[in-house]
């Protein structure tokens, strides 16, 4: 089950986002192992909203391929009106929708104060038997002699191996880490420590997250698309040439930044955003001119980088009426997204495949800135 897997991404837990992966075409779903982290829903309407949200996945993703649950952005102490973690409620109606779900939590620091998170993914993963997921950011995996107590102590909380966890390197928003000098080469050696101590540990996955994607693109780029190198791919694509490092997976945010809010506000502009191999592409325009910018999107040479998929007939305007919303936007961006750079992936570790599959019934016993990233600076489409 998964035995192909290759990209690991973190999604929003959206409606867009979920309309994006249940539209992947048949060999991408069986190479990407996606990680929902679940908007924070008004209690008195949790239930409601966890249910949709586990129904529309059933839908769309289906039964077939494994995902990852995530609750990051719920406070330690929320409670369902029973008294239980929402996380708890969510994998119960996952259950009787027959998801192939696997609970993801942070070490202890990042979700208390308190267990009651942590306690709450140990006995889901328990009665489960498909392992669990665990993020940890890069402050606290860029020096091994930090990291090593964060994953006894977290491992030691969940009862867990390390054979029966998958591992995230996340490292985030890429221009919001503190790397002085030299800050590509600060981000790959942290991260290949990091790599190398969970491979001593038999961690059953790893995977290094980043992201480019800034928490927002200005008016000023209405005229100009914004161009952002891809730091976390170069990366990845350096740490596994690497012979010294061990087998990592690859895993992004898509096309939103993690840091953007769930709340609604003023109105959206309109937005394209995409990605290349190299970069990510992001065009923005005036909230009632998607028509407008979607023909020029289309003429664009960046759309010839994007492989076939639906999202990018739908850029094309293939199949599809009329704009559409902020929704249907965010669907055929990610969908986009996630089929190019899954196939950019795939590209890197064919010859030869380093990358051993996620196997989740292999259980064990035992405000955005590019500035000092060594980035090349961001310029106007050449049209």
Same mark, same amino acid.
């Given at each position: ?12 837990? /959206? ?33 409601? /909203? =966890? ?38 409620? =969510? ?13 993801? $939590? ?12 942590? /306690? ?16 940890? &950011? ?9 990291? +090593? ?17 998958? =591992? ?35 961690? @059953?996955?790893? $995977? ?21 190198? @891809? ?5 990845? +694509? ?35 955003? =995409?990605? $290349? ?11 009632? &001119? ?22 990018? @007939? ?19 961006? $990610? ?25 989740? @019934? ?22």
């Amino acid at each position: 089950m998964k035995g192909t897997t290759v990209y690991s991404p973190i999604l929003r837990g /959206k409606e867009g986002e979920v309309r994006a992966l249940g539209s992947l075409e048949p060999k991408t779903q069986n190479l990407v192992l996606p990680m929902l982290d679940v908007p924070v829903y008004d209690v008195n309407k949790l239930s409601e /909203k =966890l249910c949709q949200l586990v129904d529309h996945i059933g839908r769309t993703w289906g039964t077939a391929h494994p995902l990852l649950f995530d609750m990051s952005r719920y406070q330690p102490e929320a409670v369902t009106p029973d008294g239980s973690h929402p996380i708890e409620l =969510l994998f119960e109606q996952a259950r009787q929708r027959k998801l192939l779900a696997i609970p993801v $939590t942070g070490p202890e620091e990042d979700r208390g104060p308190g267990d009651r998170y942590l /306690k709450a993914v140990r006995d889901i993963a328990k009665r489960q038997q498909r392992g669990l997921g665990l993020r940890v &950011a890069f402050d606290d995996y860029r020096s091994i002699t930090i990291l +090593r107590p964060i994953l006894d102590e977290t491992l030691e909380t969940l009862a867990s191996e390390p054979g029966e966890v998958d =591992l995230y390197l996340d490292a985030g928003p890429v221009a919001k880490l503190a790397l002085g000098d030299a800050p590509i080469a600060k981000l790959i050696e942290g991260t290949a420590n990091a790599a190398k101590l969970a491979s001593a540990m038999e961690f @059953r996955s790893i $995977t290094f997250v980043g992201t480019s994607i800034p928490d927002s693109v200005g008016p000023q780029y209405n005229s100009r698309p914004c161009r952002v190198p @891809r730091i976390e791919l170069e990366a990845w +694509r350096l740490l596994q040439s690497n012979r010294e490092v061990p087998n990592i997976h690859f895993g992004d945010y898509g096309v939103m930044s993690p840091l953007q809010s769930d709340s609604g506000g003023s109105r959206p502009p309109s937005r394209i955003r =995409l990605s $290349t191999a190299s970069e990510h592409v992001l065009f923005r325009a005036e909230p009632d &001119a998607y028509l407008h910018l979607r023909s020029t999107v289309s003429r664009s040479p960046v759309m010839k980088e994007q492989v076939n998929s639906w999202g990018r @007939r739908c850029l094309l305007g293939q199949g599809v009426a009329g704009p559409g919303n902020a929704t249907d936007w965010v669907a055929r961006d $990610t969908n986009a997204s996630l089929e190019t750079t899954c196939r950019s992936v795939l590209k890197h570790v064919g010859e030869p495949v380093r990358v051993p599959p996620i196997d989740i @019934r292999r259980v064990g016993t035992n405000a955005w800135r590019q500035e000092g990233l060594d980035l090349p600076s961001q310029q106007p489409d050449a049209q």
